[in-house]
């Protein structure tokens, strides 16, 4: 399946249904009066958040939703029939935005959260509405009101519990391939991951999903390289995973590159709890080893003060486990702050 994290669509909700204008005609009854039903109402535009969508994928082949119009009244006070409501599912993270993609509509950051985007005309009302002791034979009857319609923005911001980031060629992708089913694209030449990618990683008998970003550089934050177009994703991320590849000569630099790109993309993103993973230990020696950590840990107090530097390899396994626990830990921490404080504004409300 192919990933789309944004699109911009046309939905349009359905027009009401004309009053009608009718009198009754029977054997015998020679003032029947007026019997014109009312009109129906038109569709609704619905968006619903669904758990089991990760991309927005549906809708770039099909810009166009239009709910369907309510249908005229009829003579013998029939009222028309409602229009069909159009739901329109979307993943789990999902933001909506107004046409210029910068108001916010909604947030669907719940499974099956619903909202409605566009509500359908009323029916118009038939003659018999009108009727009254002054006004026995009414002629009038009402047009449907029409239904709303507007562009939006669709934007998705993947929802993980945690973020792998890193410059390209850090071993991101190998390090989700050794530790999930997920089965990312590995190759050595940078940007070989062009889509985020995720995986459900276990470890004790626990279980959370890490995904996997496209490779920041320097300038993404501004529009350069690829990671610009997915720094958004690192928002819904609880903890952040760092990968900076040992094999490099620098290794600080290459920690700082990224830290001041998630610094200056802000949004909070730099202030998640962070883990540095010195990967790629299956090629240096023990000197190395401690000398790089060391260097890695010196940077990350200033940069990212409380961030636990550990030594891994994705390819060789060296480390993962006690990464993975690290993680978890992280992971169980936000899960109980989430839960306890879904307690207290359940207490609140109560």
């Given at each position: 399946?192919?990933?789309?994290?944004?699109?911009?669509?046309?939905?349009?909700?359905?027009?009401?249904?004309?009053?009608?204008?009718?009198?009754?005609?029977?054997k015998f009854i020679e003032y029947g009066g007026p019997d014109g039903g009312d009109g129906g109402r038109g569709g609704d535009v619905i968006v619903v958040a669904v758990a089991n969508l990760n991309t927005l994928i549906d809708y770039r082949y099909q810009q166009h939703f239009r709910a369907d119009k309510g249908r005229h009244?009829?003579?013998?006070?029939?009222?028309g029939a409602g229009g069909k409501d159009i739901v329109l599912k979307v993943p789990v993270g999902t933001q909506i935005f107004e046409e210029d993609n910068e108001t916010l509509i909604a947030d669907m950051t719940e499974p099956g959260q619903t909202i409605f985007l566009c509500k359908g005309g009323d029916g118009?009302?038939?003659?018999?509405?009108?009727?009254?002791?002054?006004?026995?034979?009414?002629r009038r009857a009402d047009p449907g009101w029409p239904g709303e319609e507007r562009w939006i923005w669709l934007r998705l911001k993947l929802i993980a519990d945690i973020g792998l980031v890193g410059l390209p060629n850090a071993g991101k992708s190998t390090f989700l391939a050794a530790t999930s089913r997920a089965r990312p694209k590995i190759a050595d030449y940078p940007f070989t991951t062009l889509k985020p990618q995720l995986g459900v990683v276990g470890v004790d008998e626990e279980e959370f999903v890490v995904a996997d970003l496209p490779g920041l550089i320097e300038g993404a934050s501004e529009?350069?390289?690829?990671?610009?177009?997915?720094?958004?994703?690192?928002?819904?991320?609880?903890?952040?995973f760092h990968l900076v590849d040992g094999a490099q000569d620098d290794i600080a630099a290459a920690y700082r590159t990224v830290r001041k790109e998630l610094a200056t993309y802000g949004k909070g993103v730099e202030d998640k709890p962070e883990i540095v993973g010195?990967?790629?230990?299956?090629?240096?020696?023990?000197?190395?080893?401690?000398?790089k950590?060391?260097?890695?840990?010196?940077?990350?107090?200033?940069?990212?003060?409380?961030?636990?530097?550990?030594?891994l390899s994705g390819h060789s396994g060296a480390g993962?486990?006690?990464?993975?626990?690290?993680?978890?830990?992280?992971?169980?921490?936000?899960?109980?702050?989430?839960?306890a404080h879904a307690a207290a504004t359940a207490e609140d409300v109560s």
């Open positions: 399946m192919k990933f789309l994290d944004q699109a911009k669509i046309y939905v349009q909700s359905g027009d009401g249904g004309a009053g009608c204008v009718g009198f009754r005609r029977e009244g009829a003579g013998q006070n029939r009222t118009g009302f038939g003659n018999t509405h009108y009727k009254s002791s002054t006004n026995q034979a009414p529009g350069r390289g690829l990671g610009h177009r997915f720094l958004g994703h690192v928002e819904r991320c609880g903890a952040i010195l990967n790629k230990i299956d090629a240096l020696t023990p000197e190395a080893i401690k000398k950590r060391a260097a890695l840990v010196r940077v990350a107090r200033k940069l990212s003060p409380g961030a636990a530097v550990m030594a993962v486990t006690e990464v993975l626990r690290a993680l978890a830990a992280h992971v169980r921490a936000r899960r109980a702050a989430d839960a």
